[in-house]
């Protein structure tokens, strides 16, 4: 598979339970990203990992809880959401060295909260 | 800071006729600029990119921008247009943060535009 791929595609979960986003890259990257994508929103950046460290940490709060264990792969663990958590999110990717500024994007999970 | 500013939601367009989608940025630091597209239950697709050099920039399925510095714009335009460029557009602007000798991008999206080709 190329490029970057998330599964799953779409999720509905409880307030109460607690799921796994998985992000996965075959692109050779070494910065990977979340994005929120909400309805009337603009895309807002919530964690930037890079070569697995945490870099960036845009005030999300701790009900979503990202892991990076190696720079293909990129996870968002939910537990406790609120129904205002509901929205796409994207995940991206990008070179460290060539073309740091051009990220490439999964197809995103689109996750409801009921 | 950054901030890109999409001037239109929606923009609606006939088929075969010409458009432009207006992008207005604000950046204390050396600019790079993004045209990304959205199709319906997709993620973004990069449509071309501003580092440096020349101005006028193409990019794909026909599309190309012009980065205005004096402006402070990257409007994004295509001669003709076809049924199948509906979908919703994003300005970008990234700024560079360096870190232990690697980099990566921070990306500044716009609202995004909704441009539908009507036959």
């Known amino acids: 598979e190329t490029g970057v791929t998330q599964t799953p595609r779409h999720l509905v979960m409880g307030m109460t339970n607690k799921k796994s986003l998985k992000c996965e890259q075959h692109?050779?990257?070494?910065?990977m990203y979340w994005y929120k994508q909400s309805a009337k929103k603009p895309l807002e950046l919530m964690f930037v990992?890079?070569?697995?460290?945490?870099?960036e940490n845009n005030s999300v709060p701790s009900r979503f809880s990202p892991e990076c264990p190696n720079s293909s792969h990129l996870f968002l663990h939910l537990h406790t959401l609120q129904p205002e958590d509901s929205a796409l999110y994207l995940c991206?990717?990008?070179?460290?060295?060539?073309?740091?500024?051009?990220?490439?994007f999964g197809p995103g999970t689109r996750l409801t909260v009921t | 800071a950054q901030s890109v500013t999409q001037l239109d939601s929606q923009v609606p367009v006939f088929e075969e006729a010409p458009v432009e989608l207006r992008c207005n940025y604000s950046?204390?630091?050396?600019?790079?600029l993004f045209w990304y597209v959205q199709y319906p239950n997709q993620g973004l697709q990069l449509l071309l990119k501003?580092?440096?050099?020349?101005?006028l920039v193409k990019g794909i399925n026909g599309f190309e921008a012009e980065f205005n510095k004096s402006q402070t714009s990257f409007h994004l335009r295509k001669p003709s247009v076809h049924i199948s460029d509906t979908a919703e557009y994003f300005c970008?602007?990234?700024?560079?943060?360096?870190?232990?000798?690697?980099?990566?991008?921070?990306?500044?999206f716009g609202q995004g535009t909704i441009l539908t080709v009507h036959p």
């Open positions: 970008a602007v990234s700024e560079r943060i360096s870190a232990g000798g690697t980099s990566y991008g921070k990306l500044t």
């Open positions: 991206a990717s990008s070179h460290t060295r060539d073309r740091p500024y051009e990220q490439y």
């Open positions: 990992y890079n070569f697995k460290e945490q870099t």
């Open positions: 501003y580092l440096s050099g020349s101005t």
């Open positions: 950046s204390s630091v050396s600019v790079y």
């Open positions: 692109l050779g990257h070494n910065a």
